[in-house]
């Protein structure tokens, strides 16, 4: 049997839990369109408005630990190291305070979590860390800061 990375069960897996638990801004998706000022019918009829606060998610998975055990019956288990990255932006002007707790909110989704995938793999998730706020890079109207959430992503081949 190979070692082959299931990346598509740690995705769905971690994407399908955001969206179940995620409802206080609209999500911005890694390469897909996005414009917080203009945003798509769905999520203004999900009563968001254009301009206000937004998230994004991405999901990195990093190179691999490898085998770490075999069982008596010659199963190996194999660990996937990875991060869960919410950016998380404001309105200039709103102030540090909304940010860091939209931030906060947004990482308490995964803080700490322990999942059992489709794939028949499982995630855990350890504490986040945020990175400093300050105006967006590509857009100074916007205050943001990220939270990472380091994630280890587990299955037996």
């Known amino acids: 049997m190979t070692n082959a990375i299931p990346a598509e069960d740690i995705d769905a897996s971690i994407i399908a839990m955001w969206q179940a638990a995620w409802t206080a801004t609209p999500t911005a998706w890694e390469n897909v369109a996005f414009d917080p000022h203009n945003l798509n019918a769905a999520d203004i009829g999900a009563g968001f408005q254009n301009g206000g606060p937004w998230v994004e998610l991405r999901v990195i998975q990093q190179p691999g ?57 499982h995630l855990l998730f350890f504490n986040s860390y945020a990175t400093p706020a300050a105006n967006s890079p590509k857009d100074a109207s916007w205050y943001t800061a990220a939270a990472v959430i380091r994630f280890w992503y587990d299955y037996d081949a």
Not at 74 to 100: D, E, Y
């Open 65 to 121: 630990l490898g085998q770490i055990s075999t069982a008596n019956n010659g199963t190996r288990r194999w660990r996937i190291p990875g991060q869960v990255i919410i950016t998380a932006a404001v309105q200039a002007g709103q102030g540090k305070a909304a940010l860091s707790q939209l931030l906060d909110e947004a990482a308490q989704v995964f803080r700490g979590h322990a999942l059992d995938t489709s794939g028949a793999g």
